[in-house]
């Protein structure tokens, strides 16, 4: 029973929003720390009186996705009010995703008033950096959080850390799944072990034969938001940026990831969907896959399908020599506004909670699905507790472990911008195009918008 019960208490997490996952940025309008749903008070009791009397010890928050991780910031709120400061009340703005958080900050700069923000934000690890070069007065920084750095993944802690200085903590991590039904794979004639530590080229040999076997790709993704060069890339430890500039055409192993891309559309073994809506409706929920390769957000996706329970095993990725691979795709983190008038108990409810509580960490598991980045959290026992769905292995242990292995590599504020680029090439690839001339076109659109 014991062993079941994360299967039981994770039935409810099976919403998935784009923006979980540090997705696209948009313009959504959102002016104010009111703006969005008011989640309401938590930690404390909502209402007014109790919210006035406690004044000292409220702090507000902006965060997006009420089945995700918000979710997991409700647990910290609670775990702080028990365990440190029963008067605290923290008031979550729930926003309608991501890009009205960054709308927040930009609005905010814009008029040069920073009033209008929240004491703190979630803000997406893929963006950070040029929120924080663009307006470094709207933050304020926590190094002197007295927090064990050192004790969460060095690639998740590098985005928030700028010019040495730590911005902010760690919220949700996006280490990469590869995610297998098992029941497939064994149509034709493989078993999950033969898929932990395989080359690409393995990986296609056994792709072919699942599209043989049961008509299903191995792979897929979302061919506009295509995320598979970024990951394939970082488990081989190499960025497509270099110094600050773009590095395409004269990077190798990207080349031979772009070609190997390729060359699994057109054997059938990958599918590239035409939007996010086809990737995780008919391609992951309309049972046309034997394989998910993700940030491991996506298992909310994979969930909806109950019929499918007990199916799925997760793995770690191919690589190109063969190998255990690792990456990471999305994850946020929290941090400090300039509006924050109560920064000292603002940094004392980070240390306590995503700085290093397990009970944070269980419940935010628990209640939204978020895996964490601060590796004790993946020792504990609810992350060691088997998941049903997942042929009753525990997954989120193996999450977190393979999560303290993803290679840092170099990033950069046109992370996004880089994506499409080398997405729209390799849709002219797999139609014909030559491999050389689209990355040279991609590499030359992204000089242009980064004004090189």
């Known amino acids: 029973m014991k062993k079941r019960l994360i299967s039981v208490l994770l039935a409810g997490v099976m919403a998935f929003s784009m923006t979980a996952c540090g997705g696209g940025t948009g ?51 609670e775990d702080y009010k028990e365990n440190v400061n029963p008067d605290f009340v923290l008031d979550i703005k729930e926003q309608a995703g991501s890009q009205d958080i960054e709308t927040l900050i930009t609005t905010a700069a814009s008029s040069g008033n920073y009033e209008t923000l929240p004491d703190m934000v979630l803000f997406q690890d893929h963006w950070i950096q040029k929120f924080v070069a663009d307006y470094p007065d709207a933050w304020q920084n926590v190094d002197d959080a007295d927090i064990k750095w050192d004790d969460f993944y060095p690639e998740k802690i590098d985005y928030s850390t700028i010019d040495g ?48 076997k049961t008509g299903k790709y191995l792979l897929c993704m979302d ?22 500039r773009p590095y395409i055409t004269e990077n190798e192993t990207l ?18 969907c035409n939007s996010w809506s086809d990737y995780t409706d008919k391609a992951i929920q309309g049972d046309q896959v034997a394989g998910v390769m993700n940030g491991n957000w996506i298992i909310p996706t994979i969930q909806k399908v109950e019929a499918n329970s007990g ?38 409810f980070l240390k306590y909670t995503f700085g290093g509580s397990t009970v944070t960490y269980d419940n935010a598991l628990k209640n939204g699905g978020v895996v964490s980045t601060y590796i004790p959290a993946g020792k504990s ?55 050389e001339d689209e990355l040279k076109n991609a590499e030359d659109q992204l000089n242009f918008e980064m004004g090189n």
């Open 165 to 212: 200085v730590h911005y902010g903590v760690p919220v949700d991590g996006g280490t990469v799944i590869m995610a297998y039904r098992v029941d497939l794979l064994e149509e034709a004639g493989y078993s999950i072990d033969d898929m932990t530590g395989i080359s690409w080229e393995k990986f296609m040999e056994v792709g072919k034969a699942v599209k043989e």
């Open 311 to 348: 199916k799925w095993e997760i793995t770690s990725m191919p690589t190109i020599a063969g190998g255990e691979g690792y990456a990471s795709n999305g994850g946020s983190s929290l941090y400090i506004t300039a509006n924050c008038k109560n920064a000292e108990l603002a940094k004392d």
């Open 27 to 77: 313009g959504n309008s959102g002016n104010d720390s009111g703006s969005g749903t008011d989640s309401g008070s938590t930690g404390g009791d909502a209402g007014g009186e109790e919210a006035k009397g406690t004044e000292g010890n409220t702090l507000t928050v902006a965060a997006w996705d009420p089945s995700f991780n918000i979710p997991a910031i409700q647990a910290a709120a």
């Open 255 to 272: 080349k031979q990831i772009v070609q190997l891309i390729a060359d699994m559309a057109n054997e059938g073994v990958l599918l590239l």
């Open 381 to 435: 026992e609810v992350y060691n507790e088997g998941v049903a769905f997942f042929n009753d292995t525990p997954v989120y242990a193996k999450i977190a472990e393979m999560g303290s292995h993803v290679q840092t590599i170099e990033q950069s504020p046109y992370h996004y911008t880089c994506r499409t680029q080398i997405a729209a090439a390799i849709v002219n690839i797999i139609n014909g195009s030559s491999l």
């Open 223 to 244: 061919g506009d938001g295509n995320d598979l060069v970024y990951l394939m890339c970082q488990a081989e430890g190499v960025s497509q940026f270099k110094d600050g």
